[in-house]
């Protein structure tokens, strides 16, 4: 059974006249009559019964007129979706992400996806940098929302957000918990709880430049991978973490049911940038759509700050 020979059914059983379907299909008449046989001989029964004065429909064929209407239909809609999905208009997107991105880019973007590309489906992951990129590399995301950017060719990357701060985490005990700010040069005088580079090398890496600038060592007493396991560390040893200061107000850090308290770092102050970065070879469409969301809502939020009040 052939997809044409279903539409030229459909066109005769319509007209229920083999000149007006053949002109309507731009075939012959004995074109048309040649696939009608072939399709009932596939189905082995008969579809169309014709004298020299009528031609109509078998009982056969009316059912298998509006299950042909059906077929139809599904192939229209599966050439439409592939078309959509080679545009990027449908499909499936893994997005994953951090603190600041989920705060300042994720809920406009998400909307406008919404509103523009209701038909792609978006699974967000929260990860740090160092998982989220070898997701990425690993094809099970598509677009990493992270601090810092790898150098090599095989990704490629866009600037989100700029100098987002990094803070000291200590216990209400620490003799810093209730200053205001210190300078980074303390941090010599410190036992600190540090975490493996390869989570977050940007974070990692811009806590040892403030450090190489005051020309100070950091005393890196014990590690752990989140920022959880930092603020539990400090409640209950003289330590000092370190968190970005986003992540510091969503724990709440210095309320009243935390144990541990932000503190300001100063001269430098250590800073993040957030990017969202690619495959440089990124085959699925739907990646520039939300990046070209992203840098819509990033335009829009641009124009507001630029009207004057």
Same mark, same amino acid.
């Given at each position: 059974?052939?997809?044409?020979?279903?539409? $030229?059914?459909?066109?005769?059983?319509?007209?229920?006249?083999?000149?007006?379907?053949?002109?309507?299909?731009?075939?012959?008449?004995? $074109?048309? %009559?040649?696939?009608?046989?072939?399709?009932?001989?596939?189905?082995?029964?008969?579809? &169309?019964?014709?004298?020299?004065?009528?031609?109509?429909?078998?009982?056969?064929?009316?059912?298998?007129?509006?299950?042909?209407?059906?077929?139809?239909?599904?192939?229209?809609?599966?050439?439409?979706?592939?078309?959509?999905?080679?545009?990027?208009?449908?499909? %499936?997107?893994?997005?994953? +992400?951090?603190?600041?991105?989920?705060?300042?880019?994720?809920?406009?973007?998400?909307?406008?996806?919404?509103?523009?590309?209701?038909?792609?489906?978006?699974?967000?992951?929260?990860?740090?940098?160092?998982?989220?990129?070898?997701?990425?590399?690993?094809?099970?995301?598509?677009?990493?929302?992270? +601090?810092?950017?790898?150098?090599?060719?095989?990704?490629?990357?866009?600037?989100?957000?700029?100098?987002?701060?990094?803070?000291?985490?200590?216990?209400? %005990?620490?003799?810093?918990?209730?200053?205001?700010?210190?300078?980074?040069?303390?941090?010599?005088?410190?036992?600190? /709880?540090?975490?493996?580079?390869?989570?977050?090398?940007?974070? +990692?890496?811009?806590?040892?430049?403030?450090?190489?600038?005051?020309?100070?060592?950091?005393? &890196?007493?014990?590690?752990?991978?989140?920022?959880?396991?930092?603020?539990?560390?400090?409640? /209950?040893?003289?330590?000092?973490?370190?968190?970005?200061?986003?992540?510091?107000?969503?724990?709440?850090?210095?309320?009243?049911? $935390?144990?541990?308290?932000?503190?300001?770092?100063?001269?430098?102050?250590?800073?993040?940038?957030?990017?969202? /970065?690619?495959?440089?070879?990124?085959?699925?469409?739907?990646?520039?759509?939300?990046?070209?969301?992203?840098?819509? &809502?990033?335009?829009?939020?641009?124009?507001?700050?630029?009207?004057?009040?």
């Amino acid at each position: 059974m052939e997809l044409r020979h279903i539409v $030229s059914f459909l066109a005769l059983a319509e007209e229920l006249h083999f000149g007006r379907a053949a002109q309507r299909l731009h075939l012959t008449q004995p $074109s048309l %009559s040649a696939q009608l046989q072939k399709l009932e001989r596939s189905l082995d029964v008969q579809l &169309v019964s014709r004298n020299s004065h009528e031609v109509r429909l078998t009982a056969a064929g009316r059912e298998f007129e509006g299950q042909a209407r059906l077929i139809v239909a599904q192939m229209d809609r599966a050439a439409e979706v592939a078309k959509a999905a080679a545009a990027g208009r449908s499909g %499936s997107l893994s997005v994953g +992400y951090n603190l600041p991105a989920s705060r300042h880019v994720l809920p406009e973007a998400l909307t406008r996806m919404a509103d523009e590309h209701p038909d792609v489906v978006i699974s967000m992951w929260e990860k740090r940098t160092g998982p989220q990129l070898a997701a990425l590399r690993a094809g099970t995301l598509d677009i990493a929302l992270v +601090y810092g950017h790898p150098t090599t060719a095989e990704f490629r990357h866009r600037r989100l957000l700029n100098r987002i701060p990094l803070v000291a985490v200590v216990g209400r %005990s620490h003799r810093w918990a209730g200053r205001s700010g210190v300078r980074f040069a303390e941090l010599a005088e410190q036992r600190c /709880v540090l975490f493996a580079r390869e989570q977050c090398p940007a974070m +990692y890496d811009s806590i040892f430049r403030a450090a190489a600038d005051n020309r100070i060592s950091l005393d &890196v007493a014990q590690t752990a991978d989140d920022p959880g396991a930092t603020m539990h560390m400090v409640s /209950v040893r003289p330590f000092v973490g370190f968190a970005s200061l986003p992540r510091a107000q969503s724990m709440q850090m210095g309320g009243p049911d $935390s144990a541990a308290v932000a503190v300001k770092l100063l001269d430098p102050v250590p800073t993040l940038d957030l990017f969202a /970065v690619w495959r440089a070879e990124e085959p699925n469409p739907a990646v520039e759509l939300f990046l070209d969301c992203v840098a819509a &809502v990033r335009d829009d939020a641009a124009e507001e700050r630029a009207v004057p009040v």
